[in-house]
């Protein structure tokens, strides 16, 4: 078998290259998502590009949702609307210090 550990022999490591959290991080901790990112690649380890896209579909949420923050977002962004909302209505004041008018600091 002459290609028996390659990437060893070569010094490389394709799978780092793959993995978006999976470089060298400061300190030597893991990255943010590097949990999110792990449970997905282990879902999918083995089945096939098929299978894995429909099985570990929730996992493959979570890191998206890890990486980009689309749901909290959007989620940010309907509560500004509603609280928006309430003001225009009359049922809401929010408090000075949300409006600017906070009290000098010594």
Do not use: N
């Given at each position: 078998?002459?290609?028996?550990?390659?990437?060893?022999?070569?010094?490389?490591?394709?799978?780092?290259?793959?993995?978006?959290?999976?470089?060298?991080?400061?300190?030597?901790?893991?990255?943010?998502?590097?949990?999110?990112e792990?449970?997905?690649?282990?879902?999918?380890?083995?089945?096939?590009?098929?299978?894995?896209?429909?099985?570990?579909?929730?996992?493959?949420?979570?890191?998206?949702?890890?990486?980009?923050?689309?749901?909290?977002?959007?989620?940010?962004?309907?509560?500004?609307?509603q609280?928006?909302?309430?003001?225009?209505?009359?049922?809401?004041?929010?408090?000075?210090?949300h409006?600017?008018?906070?009290?000098?600091?010594?």
């Amino acid at each position: 078998m002459p290609f028996w550990e390659l990437q060893r022999q070569l010094g490389i490591d394709v799978d780092r290259w793959l993995l978006r959290q999976s470089t060298a991080q400061p300190y030597g901790k893991a990255a943010a998502c590097h949990a999110f990112e792990r449970e997905w690649v282990e879902c999918g380890h083995g089945l096939g590009q098929t299978r894995a896209r429909r099985e570990c579909q929730p996992e493959y949420e979570d890191f998206m949702e890890c990486m980009h923050r689309t749901k909290l977002a959007m989620r940010l962004r309907t509560i500004l609307e509603q609280r928006d909302k309430m003001i225009k209505e009359g049922k809401y004041t929010p408090p000075d210090y949300h409006k600017g008018k906070e009290e000098p600091r010594p």
